[in-house]
């Protein structure tokens, strides 16, 4: 910020130009005099002299308090903002073992001063990719794409068992935004203990909505893709509700307690998932086929455009694009190939990629063994994908590393509309939260007219 000079010593007389105090007694002097002279005999001594002499010094003393006021004024919004106008580097004569990290930190800062506005709008689309205690980097490997987003912080896991348990990362504290008493429930608040049998089934008022439910009842598409498996309790949490995770393919009561893998097809947020791609290896033979079958025909009777993929590469045909939902399901050793993490974020974003918005959770199995550039290229292929919508696209990072073992926070990189809100160490549970004021869905939700109205003006 260029500071401007005062200027006392101009004689331009031109609007907003100032006088030094003998040029206002010369000027206001002159113009008594010629009114003085107008009036009255040219012998007749004009009175009240003294009065405008002091009235000129009393004039100027004005003037000058208030400039030095504003200058005042000034120099203590600066400070306290801390707008630095420019800072001296000075050249010192380095090793080149010193001068290449002097550089790249110059640049560092460089950067840093650009994050300065903060993009307040809403996130039309979300993207969030989850690699909790997976995607280690390698020696040599370059740095990932989300280390250089501009806003980042931790999350703190929270979830116990009880005294002396360990602690980690719950999916339905991440994506639902609230605490579950055990992490064996999937889905439900702390109201809910974990069940062996169906007894008594949980009270459906004890749900918890995920971010996909909230994005689907504003009319937002949804997907979720993992390179593991899709009935798992960390992709289950975004639509699913069980007593007991491991009710995957079975339960005691299909009825009363339907298995996750019945919720993924026919519940009320699993069915309307535009995107589903993952694994599905289920214990009875023919399971994968009998769920393609019975996904395409859901899609037939409600007469919408699909495309059921069996091999990875279909993903990434852009007819895609014309599709309102695709299924995948392949084999484990399919997902474990190198950029198939890639291709399942890619392709679902082929289908995503509307008006309308979205939200995706892209999900690495830490059971699947994948490397740190691989969702690099996976978070690096989506920028590429929206570039035309990124200052509508909220793009967040969340990953741990296993190696430092149980409660051990996550970073959460983001870039993007409402990124700025990420700013310290959260509680696991604000991750659903932060999206959700971002993206105008749950409980933010009334203010999505709202916003469209101010976007359309």
């Known amino acids: 910020m260029t500071r401007e000079e005062f200027n006392f010593a101009t004689s331009d007389t031109a609007a907003g130009s100032s006088y030094s105090g003998p040029e206002w007694r010369r000027q206001l ?43 005042s004024l000034i120099v203590v919004y600066e400070n306290e903002g801390q707008v630095v106008a420019k800072v001296d580097l000075y050249d010192v004569e380095l090793p080149a073992e010193q001068t290449v990290w002097f550089e790249a930190n110059l640049a560092e800062l460089r950067n840093a001063f650009r994050v300065v506005d903060e993009n307040k709008k809403r996130a039309k689309n979300v993207v969030l990719f ?32 009880g005294a002396g348990a360990s602690v980690s990362f719950n999916p339905t504290a991440m994506f639902c935004g609230i605490e579950p008493r055990h992490r064996h429930t999937v889905g439900f608040d702390s109201a809910v203990s974990p ?19 909230w994005a689907q009842a504003v009319g937002r598409l949804t997907g979720v893709v993992t390179n593991g498996e899709l009935v798992q309790p960390t992709p289950a949490a975004l639509y699913a509700h069980t007593p007991n995770s491991s009710w995957l393919y079975a339960g005691p009561d299909g009825q009363q307690c339907p298995d996750v893998r019945t919720q993924l097809l026919y519940g009320e947020t699993g069915r309307a998932l535009n995107v589903i791609a993952g694994t599905l290896p289920c214990p009875e033979e023919f399971c994968r086929e009998a769920f393609e079958s019975a996904w395409e025909g859901e899609r037939l009777d409600a007469d919408t455009s699909y495309k059921l993929a069996t091999e990875l590469k279909e993903l990434l ?53 994948i490397g740190a550039a691989e969702v690099d290229a996976a978070v690096k292929a989506t920028l590429r994908k929206l570039s035309t919508v990124l ?54 939700r009334d203010a999505d007219l709202t916003n469209f109205i101010l976007q359309m003006v």
């Open 391 to 444: 200052d509508d696209s909220l793009i967040v990072v969340v990953r741990s590393d296993a190696r430092e073992g149980d409660a051990a926070f996550a970073t959460v990189h983001a870039t993007g509309p409402m990124s700025h809100l990420l700013h310290r160490v959260h509680d696991q549970t604000f991750l659903a939260h932060f999206i959700s004021y971002a993206a105008r869905i749950g409980r933010f």
């Open 130 to 161: 989850i690699a909790l205690d997976s995607a280690a980097a390698s020696p040599g490997d370059p740095r990932p794409v989300w280390e250089s987003f501009p806003h980042l912080a931790l999350l703190r896991p929270t979830t116990s068992d």
């Open 29 to 71: 002097d002159g113009e008594r005099e010629t009114v003085n002279n107008s009036r009255r005999p040219p012998s007749q001594k004009p009175p009240g002299v003294g009065c405008s002499a002091l009235c000129v010094g009393v004039l100027v003393a004005v003037v000058v308090i208030i400039v030095l006021l504003c200058i």
């Open 195 to 213: 069940s062996d049998d169906c007894n008594e089934p949980p009270n459906s008022t004890h749900r918890a909505a995920s971010i996909l439910q």
């Open 317 to 369: 045909d852009p007819a895609l694009d014309e599709r309102e939902y695709a299924l995948g399901l392949f084999e484990r050793q399919t997902l474990a190939q190198p950029n198939a993490f890639h291709d399942l974020a890619v392709g679902a974003l082929h289908v995503l990629d509307r008006p309308e918005g979205f939200v995706l959770v892209a999900i690495a199995d830490p059971s699947v063994p």
